[in-house]
Every structure is written in structure tokens, then in C-alpha cells.
């Protein structure tokens, strides 16, 4: 697993647990089953807090606040990068060519250290 994708772990379980909430299970589902249904749901977000929590915990381990704020924006309240450079008051190019690149190493250090 690459650290981007170790950092995307909990934006995929975002977008899952959006996708089985946009289900409505009572059209197919059975009571025993809707309740079963809801229970993955709930399990799907304790899974997800723990993800982030990790997550955050790593971050905060980065010197840089530039890059702490970046990859939170990024990996934890799941911003565009278009968002994020306007919040950081920098440009799209350098956000994406420049800051996320060392963010990226800045987290490798980390968990190479951990």
C-alpha cells in the first residue's frame, strides 16, 4: 500500500458508507435484514473514526503546518484541491506539484519512524 492510499483509506469508507445510505433496504429487504443492513452501516463508521483517528494522529507528527493543514484538508475533511489552495492561499500547481509531494514524504518519514 502506498501512502497516498493509506492516507485515502478513510475517504473510500466515506464514499461506501454515503452509497449504503443512499440505499433505501426496506424496498428489499426484509425487517431482520434492514436491521442487519443498518448494523454494517454503523460498523462501517466506527471503522471509519478509527481510520481517521490513526490517520490524524500521523499527521499531527509532521513538522510543517503548511503540510499538517494540507493533508488534513485533503485526507480528512476530503476537500478539491482547488479548495485547499484557496484555503492556503496558494495556486492550484503549487498545491498539487509542490506541497503535496513533500506532504507525502513528510508522512513516509513518520511511519518509517514509528
Known amino acids: 500500500m502506498t ?3 493509506w492516507l485515502q483509506r478513510g475517504i473510500e469508507i466515506e464514499e461506501e458508507i ?3 445510505q443512499a440505499v433505501n433496504p426496506v424496498v428489499f429487504l426484509d425487517e431482520m435484514n434492514v436491521a442487519v443492513y443498518e448494523q454494517n452501516i454503523k460498523n462501517r463508521i466506527g471503522e471509519l473514526y478509527k481510520i481517521k483517528n490513526e490517520i490524524l494522529q500521523t499527521v499531527n507528527q509532521v513538522e510543517s503546518a503548511t503540510l499538517r493543514r494540507l493533508l488534513i484538508k485533503r485526507y480528512i475533511q476530503n476537500l478539491t484541491w482547488e479548495k485547499i489552495a484557496e484555503q492556503l492561499n496558494y ?4 498545491v498539487v506539484h509542490i506541497l503535496h509531494p513533500k506532504a507525502l514524504s513528510a508522512i513516509k518519514r ?3 519512524k514509528d
Open 3 to 5: 501512502i497516498k492510499e
Open 18 to 20: 454515503a452509497d449504503l
Open 91 to 94: 495556486s492550484y500547481k503549487h
Open 110 to 112: 513518520v511511519l518509517e
